[in-house]
């Protein structure tokens, strides 16, 4: 988990890239994250992604593409659609919402 929360936002991450990186196989990584964490590594990754969207998308002098670049996206309709999934709205509406926002 430490080293998924190091590199969440490097685009190229995959579970095999992961596993290789702590000297494992992808099904025992895959194996950890569903009965230590109940889990997947897909699910995993984009709730750090996203608490960290969440977070970015407070500072108004970051555009919307510059949030979905920090966290890990090439697309910003990607991440737009995967935000909305998992936050329940667009990332702009969730900066609009934000206290403090204009």
Known sequence: MRVLAARYHDERLTVD???????????????????????????????????????????????????????GYRETDQF???FRQRVGTTPSRYRFAQPGSA
Do not use: C, P, W, Y
């Open 80 to 82: 737009s659609k995967v």
């Open 17 to 71: 890239s992961l596993a290789h990186e702590i000297a494992t196989s992808n099904r025992q990584l895959q194996r950890v994250f569903a009965e230590v964490g109940r889990t997947t590594f897909r699910r995993e990754l984009q709730r750090m992604r996203m608490e960290s969207a969440t977070r970015l998308l407070s500072d108004a002098s970051l555009s919307v593409t510059e949030v979905a670049s920090a966290v």
